[in-house]
């Protein structure tokens, strides 16, 4: 039985290791974090998600956005994010500390979406791209989520957000395509993806 305690010993020591470096280490740094206030315009960045967009972020979660789509942003040396325009810097883990859940994703079939929000703020284009992607783009290989909106008759006056829809995708005369709850949520966590706020231990990556 001796003779097996130093394995043993040793066996624990590693699982041990293991645990303060992928568990314990990370949770306390993590945790320690707070939010970065300028000295010069008092803005506190991160901001929290306005209250549509808190909505919408369950809407991500719940159709499945993160298999497709990361939203973290490597650094200049680390591949061609910055590059991409994906984002003016790399992200670090004080962009997360307002997240309950972080969708970092690990798949990038479509674009990174860290910083849609900062390069795409029009409503209207968030609800053309769900409804049929290809619209935007013939090449594109992201589904459609037509349960995401109504196909109505128009009573009084068209409503303000009625797709504009051409060809087979437009609605017979007299009717209206309208995003329905969930999609406007959806994009209003959307457009609210915005990191390219300063942070001192990220700054933008000189030329």
């Not at 972080?102 to 990038?108: C, D, K, N, T």
């Not at 349960?147 to 995708?169: H, M, N, T, V």
Request: glycine share 10%; aromatic share 12%.
């Amino acid at each position: 039985m001796k003779r097996f305690t130093p394995y043993l010993l040793g066996v624990l020591g590693l699982f041990l290791l293991g645990w303060l470096g992928m568990v314990y280490y990370p949770y306390m740094a993590f945790a320690e974090l707070r939010p970065d206030r300028d000295s010069t315009t008092n803005e506190v960045t991160p901001p929290g998600l306005p209250g549509t967009a808190v909505q919408g972020f369950r809407v991500y979660a719940a159709n499945g956005c993160v298999e497709c789509h990361s939203q973290y942003v490597r650094d200049k040396n680390e591949g061609a994010d910055i590059d991409r325009k994906w984002g003016n810097r790399r992200t670090v883990a004080r962009d997360y500390m307002n997240d309950g859940d972080v969708f970092l994703g690990s798949s990038r079939l479509g674009p990174d979406l860290t910083n849609v929000g900062a390069r795409q703020k029009d409503a209207a284009w968030y609800y053309k791209l769900l409804y049929r992607p290809t619209s935007l783009n013939a090449e594109s290989g992201m589904p459609a989520y037509p349960w995401l909106f109504i196909k109505r008759k128009i009573a009084g006056q068209p409503s303000a957000d009625a797709l504009q829809l051409a060809g087979e995708d437009a609605p017979p005369p007299g009717w209206e395509v309208v995003p329905n709850n969930d999609a406007r949520e959806l994009v209003g966590y959307l457009r609210a993806l915005n990191r390219t706020y300063p942070l001192p231990e990220a700054p933008e990556p000189k030329e």
